[in-house]
């Protein structure tokens, strides 16, 4: 094939030709100075000059596979949000302890990374800062700080079934459900109707807590009840005299006998007021006629055999009480 002098003249002129860059429109793109080069592409932005600027020692830097900071500085939460949702592809959504936190919840772990759900079909994988759960049951997002995130009932337990520990998942359930901003009820549900992987845990403390088991120390008197081979406690319980006053609301309670089972914090001991209405509500019950036990939370988990024979103890004399009665 032969060229004409003119159609050569006309490439020449259109490599020496430079298209430029609209920086403004990339700045509308990349909020948080985070964009794909992709949107680059589309952008017009030659790859010679994406390239450039990502070397060592330049203005840019590649974060993650076709992701870029158009910065050197240090990455910020919001960056490595937008990075980790860009890197996932649009239907990507935030979960885990990232979405948690932008639930509302505050008592949390730090995240070593950020956990993204993306479509089952997608083949996106974990990279560097960024865990990817592919989903067949991917939720319709809530939009928060401007990011997509899954439901905070799918948030939290998408974060609870990656800890180890059975305390980091009773705390991280608590505060969620304490603080009204979930129903275990709905917990429950969800947890049922997904992914059965690290689910044991966060079935246990859903357990407690559809037992009206309120805390970390409850959760291990509930589990200590369990293997007693004494009848079922109702945890939490509002007990009332006669004339409808309230005597006390014991943490364990068995009915049938009148036991009532006391986990005191060492907290109250702190303060003198807290350890008066201590003595005050053991006083009340003894006075009707309740055998109260009274255990420290270290005892449950240093001298856990020590407990039982306690309860067990104060079941027999409790169960005597009433049969004198």
Known sequence: MTWSATEVLA???????????????????AKNRIITTRELDD?????????????PGGPWRRLLPGVIQLSTGHLTTEQRYDAALRYGGPEAVLTGISAARLGGLQHLPEAAGVHILIPHRSRCLSSRFVTIERTRRLPAPDCRAGFAVAPL??????AARRFRELDEV????????????????????ELEEGSGRGTRLPRMVLDEMLANVHSAAEGWAFRLA???GLPPMQWNVRLLDSSG?????PDGWIDEVGLAWQIDSRAYHLSPTSYDATVQR?????????????TLPTQLR???DTVLEQLRGAYRLAGHSAHEG
């Open 153 to 158: 009932v799918r948030a939290v337990l998408d």
């Open 226 to 228: 369990e293997r007693s």
């Open 11 to 29: 490439i020449v002129e259109g490599m020496s030709r430079k298209t430029p860059i609209d920086w403004d429109a990339i700045a509308t793109v």
């Open 245 to 249: 006053k309230l005597l006390g609301i």
């Open 170 to 189: 009773r705390a991280l359930l608590a505060e969620a459900v304490q603080r009204g901003l979930v129903k275990p009820e709905l917990l429950k549900k």
């Open 302 to 304: 240093t001298d856990p």
């Open 43 to 55: 952008l017009g932005v030659p790859r010679k000059t994406v390239s450039d600027r990502t070397d």
């Open 282 to 294: 053991h006083s009340m019950m003894t006075a009707a006629g309740i055998i109260v036990v009274h």
